[in-house]
């Protein structure tokens, strides 16, 4: 998954591969997971886990020029100060359970999550 920040809304987006006799269930478990997020939050060890990846990839993403310039383009576009990238990691190091809470009972919501299916998959209505 990954987020495409936009002018007048961002996107949270996925995507996934499955066979064709697997696509009912696939978004059901997706659904499913998507209510326990809005619902229960996720666990301390989950939010540990998270942050350790996303502060622990973020310098892989400075591995050459094109990427440099892209990450200072999407800096500029969404209004962040020149030092976001030296206070990123603190930021996101900085996230705990509550703000995880209360974001998921705002953005995870089942029944606006929308699917779109390629493939001929059966048992779809």
Do not use: C, H
């Amino acid at each position: 998954s990954f987020l495409a920040s936009r002018q007048y809304g961002d996107l949270l987006m996925g995507q996934v591969a499955t066979a064709n006799n697997t696509v009912v269930e696939t978004i059901d478990v997706i659904t499913e997971e998507w209510r326990k997020i809005a619902d229960q939050g996720v666990t301390q060890a989950e939010l540990d886990a998270a942050k350790k990846y996303l502060t622990g990839a973020y310098p892989l993403r400075f591995d050459g020029n094109g990427p440099i310039a892209n990450i200072l383009a999407g800096m500029q576009f969404q209004g962040l100060s020149p030092d976001y990238i030296q206070t990123r990691n603190d930021r996101v190091n900085a996230v705990t359970m509550m703000d995880i809470q209360r974001v998921a009972q705002s953005l995870f919501q089942p029944e606006k999550l929308r699917f779109i299916v390629v493939g001929q998959p059966g048992g779809l209505e």
